[in-house]
């Protein structure tokens, strides 16, 4: 019987991370470190070790999640690759012969089940060729002793690609967006008389626009790996100078899509602002994109919201002043005081926690979601990993600060396995992906056709765009 992997809300107990590993005495003394039951620090061959199992031992889950997402770190995923096999070998040259094959049934499943954990949750380690020969041998040698183990292997190895080729289709997507898109990126000299569409012709709904962001902002979630966030700090390894340990590889392009994802949104919702000719008609948007905020609030989407009110706040948009007296601001007031960046994010912090709490009880996926703003997810694990060492002064790996790392990290990866519930609009997704957005040269020209400018500063900037 395989051992059964938990779903990830379920790596949390109450207190927030089940850190008692199960661990034998000599572990104190085998090169790791441990306080009241929980491991603290290591020396990397120790750490490395804990990760393989043996006949009598399977890692525990949080350990492996956070071994693996802090682990490239200090060397090539395909570097641990190569270990993990070599050791999990030579466990099976040591046992003695006549055992050979009763060994390989005790220890066949462990080993399957480790490589299941690490192909599920680290996908896009195996888009390495080092990767996957290794893993290729190491799942054969399992094969090789019996018939289910066969299956199993050929199940884990048919996942596997089908998630590398997803993500091949997911990138080729993004590139083809990124080709029209630029295209797209039109300055406009004058604003154009006649708008074929803008956003509440296309969807004059602000519940319905609301549900399509949120199909976007899951889609681009779920295919963001939680090694990105590592990834996109990866520095040298102290004790490894020659080499960074992910230099040649600095894979963080679904995270850095996602974060431009953010800054299409905001300068669409500020083109669609400065677009139309007619001030009632440039308020009527602005309300309306407060009505998608609140939407947006309301399910749970927080990195649609930020988006939408930091379009709004863009000064081409915020210096309309006529315009902003046409509008009923209270709604969005009560959504900026959310989103109030003052005491480090406070009032956002309270209503994130407030989603999270919504989603661990909830009954559909609808009370499930979770979008948080995500560079400021960002920002508090690159200040994570800036606030401490990676190495303690004895050379042993800090793992308390990794724990803390993968806590975070690991609270993303429940967000982002939810399926969407609403259903897709495809040509609202079409637009909201697509549509030509000024840039800020653009946004300036149109905000000063719509209002003239005020002081000299803006005059001479009217000028110079002109």
Not at 283 to 310: K, Q, W
Not at 312 to 318: A, D, E, K, R, T
Not at 343 to 351: E, G, I, K, L
Request: net charge neutral; aromatic share 12%.
């Amino acid at each position: 019987k395989m051992p059964q992997t938990p779903p990830f809300a379920a790596m949390f107990d109450s207190s927030g991370y089940n850190r008692n590993l199960y661990q034998s005495k000599e572990d104190n003394c085998g090169g790791l470190y441990y306080h009241d039951n929980n491991l603290l620090s290591g020396s990397l061959e120790a750490l490395i070790q804990h990760l393989v199992p043996n006949v009598d031992y399977y890692p525990d889950r949080t350990y492996i999640f956070t071994f693996l997402l802090s682990s490239r770190l200090f060397m090539h995923p395909y570097e641990l690759m190569a270990k993990v096999c070599h050791l999990c070998i030579e466990q099976q040259r040591l046992s003695e012969p006549g055992l050979d094959k009763n060994w390989m049934q005790k220890i066949a499943p462990k080993i399957l089940q480790l490589l299941t954990e690490w192909t599920e949750t680290f996908p896009y380690d195996f888009r390495d060729e080092r990767m996957m020969r290794n893993l290729k041998e190491l799942a054969q040698r399992i094969a090789s002793g019996d018939e289910m183990y066969r299956k199993n292997v050929q199940q884990l190895l048919q996942n596997l690609i089908r998630k590398l080729a997803a993500v091949s289709q997911y990138e080729e997507v993004l590139a083809n967006i990124d080709a029209t898109s630029t295209d797209h990126f039109t300055v406009l000299k004058t604003k154009p008389q006649s708008i074929q569409r803008d956003i509440i012709t296309v969807c004059n709904d602000p519940y319905m626009l609301a549900q399509q962001l949120t199909h976007i902002e899951l889609e681009k979630l779920n295919y963001i790996g939680p090694e990105e966030f590592i990834q996109a700090f990866v520095q040298k390894d102290p004790l490894n100078n020659d080499k960074s340990c992910y230099g040649d590889q600095k894979k963080t392009r679904n995270l850095e899509a996602y974060v431009e994802w953010f800054n299409r949104l905001s300068y669409m919702v500020a083109t669609e602002i400065c677009m139309p000719v007619k001030k009632k008609h440039r308020a009527r948007v602005i309300e309306y994109f407060v009505d998608v905020a609140r939407e947006c609030f309301n399910i749970g989407n927080f990195n649609s919201l930020m988006a939408i009110i930091s379009g709004m706040n863009m000064s081409p948009v915020s210096r309309l002043k006529k315009t902003w007296a046409k509008v009923k601001t209270a709604k969005f007031d009560i959504l900026e005081h959310q989103m109030d960046p003052s005491s480090n994010f406070c009032n956002y912090r309270t209503a994130l926690r407030g989603a999270t709490q919504r989603s661990l009880t909830a009954h559909s996926n609808r009370e499930k979601i979770v979008i948080p703003f995500f560079s400021l997810l960002i920002k508090d694990i690159y200040f994570l990993n800036e606030g401490c060492a990676n190495r303690l002064p004895n050379g042993h790996v800090n793992f308390e600060k990794f724990w803390e790392l993968a806590k975070q990290v690991s609270e993303f990866m429940t967000w982002k396995q939810v399926e969407c519930p609403f259903e897709r609009d495809w040509k609202i997704l079409q637009y909201l992906l697509t549509v030509p957005v000024f840039n800020d040269d653009a946004l300036y020209l149109a905000s000063y056709e719509s209002e003239s400018p005020e002081n000299h500063i803006e005059k001479d900037r009217w000028k110079t765009l002109r």
